[in-house]
């Protein structure tokens, strides 16, 4: 399909494990976000990347993680020493600017996410 | 920091009654955008408001954009049960906030037959 894929869909870790989370973005997207959505509420920003440029991480919550997209296309999420509230679903959402009717869109395509489980 | 609340949180209906959830900004936005995300399911792009004022329909979805650009509704005609699920409004903040998109807090919306 076309769509944005992630892997793995679900991952189980302790806590102190480190883990990898793959985003598979739209082909030819420029611009890729990573949201981390905890239970019943709605999705936060976590970082966004132009490319293989990383523009802004502002959201993420520790040092602990850490984002790359080296060649402009895939992402990984990379979460170190897993901590149990770091336990929520990861959403990456790929997308491109539109131009439709004269209105400049840049609609967010989102894959199915990985749901992390820290025990 | 900048914050996006919606009301209700939660919202149980008969089906072919009426729906509307309303989204406020606590700084003014360039945009807003509505999502649907069904249970288990991921966010799916609706519609995208620009304009102060604005109103767009969707069938029985009609789309609001506040006067001032910090607040933004979502109404459904005749609810059905294809409709369940959780609404989020998304905003770009007007300066400063770059590509990054603030989803407010949802509304889940139940139907009942």
């Known amino acids: 399909g076309a769509g944005v894929s992630q892997s793995p869909r679900y991952k189980v870790a302790k806590r102190g494990q480190d883990v990898a989370l793959r985003c598979d973005p739209i082909?030819?997207?420029?611009?890729l976000f990573w949201y981390q959505q905890a239970l019943g509420q709605g999705p936060e920003f976590l970082t966004y990347f132009q490319n293989e440029a990383q523009l802004d991480k502002s959201g993420l919550p520790s040092d602990r993680f850490f984002a790359e997209r080296p060649e402009g296309s895939v992402s990984t999420l990379k979460i170190q020493r897993t901590q149990k509230e770091d336990s929520a679903v990861y959403l990456c959402a790929s997308s491109n600017i539109e131009g439709l009717a004269g209105v400049i869109q840049e609609t967010q395509y989102f894959g199915p996410g990985t749901r992390l489980l820290v025990l | 920091g900048q914050q996006v609340m919606q009301i209700p949180q939660y919202q149980h209906v008969q089906e072919g009654e009426d729906f509307t959830t309303y989204c406020n900004s606590s700084?003014?936005?360039?945009?807003i955008q509505w999502y649907k995300q069904r249970p288990g399911g991921h966010p799916v792009f609706l519609i995208q408001?620009?304009?102060?004022?604005e109103v767009k329909k969707q069938k029985r979805l009609t789309f609001q954009f506040g006067e001032a650009k910090k607040n933004s509704s979502l109404h459904i005609t005749a609810t059905q049960t294809t409709d369940v699920g959780t609404y989020f409004c998304?905003?770009?903040?007007?300066?400063?906030?770059?590509?990054?998109?603030?989803f407010g807090t949802g509304t889940q919306l139940k139907v009942e037959l």
């Open positions: 700084t003014t936005l360039s945009n």
């Open positions: 082909s030819g997207h420029v611009s």
């Open positions: 998304a905003g770009h903040v007007l300066t400063g906030g770059g590509n990054k998109l603030t």
């Open positions: 408001l620009v304009k102060s004022g």
